[in-house]
């Protein structure tokens, strides 16, 4: 113990004679420097996050609003193929006394032949939506899987900004300068 006080004392002894020499406030100036660049860095960080959270948001209200237009156009379809298998299976004794039906030529058929290319049309259209349903799906998985490893990065850097500060805590002890307090007084002089 009478050894390690006696270190210490001979450090400070050696860090004050170190002191005035250019070469330590050029390292201190220096350790400042690259301390104020980590920040500034985590600053840009924290700007573009933001800015891929708004971008995410954005895909993430489109997807939904596309999702609604599916689900109702699924809702839809259910429902006519109820009436179309209501509609197969009525039996009245009209029907049953004709037995097959007439092969019909008349403004009923071209309505007929109208209503099929319509529901052609539609199902083909119904193909296309699940389609780019599908696509937009991957398309959002992999949004929030890049969104979650720069919440991870984001996440990191306070810690790593802390472990860098404590890092240069036995330079500033051994060169008797507080880095918070310069931090301090830079960032008074930049409010000037």
Do not use: W
């Not at 109702?72 to 009209?94: A, H, P, R, W």
């Not at 058929?109 to 049309?121: D, G, M, P, W």
């Not at 969104?147 to 008797?176: H, I, M, N, T, W």
């Amino acid at each position: 113990m009478q050894k390690s006080f006696q270190q210490q004392k001979r450090m400070r002894v050696h860090h004050r004679l170190f002191l005035g020499q250019p070469v330590a406030r050029n390292l201190i100036n220096e350790n400042l420097t690259s301390i104020i660049d980590v920040k500034i860095k985590n600053r840009e960080v924290q700007t573009f996050l933001e800015g891929i959270k708004g971008a995410l948001g954005k895909k993430k209200d489109s997807v939904d609003e596309k999702n609604v237009a599916l689900q109702s156009l699924v809702y839809q379809k259910n429902n006519l193929m109820l009436e179309i298998g209501d509609c197969t299976t009525f039996q009245t004794k009209e029907l049953n006394k004709i037995g097959e039906f007439p092969q019909i030529n008349s403004p009923d058929a071209e309505v007929h032949a109208k209503t099929i290319e319509k529901l052609t049309a539609e199902l083909q259209e119904r193909k296309f939506l699940y389609e780019k349903f599908k696509d937009i799906s991957a398309q959002k998985d992999q949004a929030e899987k890049k969104l979650a490893l720069l919440k991870q990065q984001y996440e990191d850097y306070p810690g790593l900004l802390k472990k860098l500060e404590e890092a240069s805590v036995p330079l500033q002890d051994f060169f008797g300068i507080s880095g918070n307090k310069i931090c301090a007084k830079l960032e008074e002089a930049k409010s000037l």
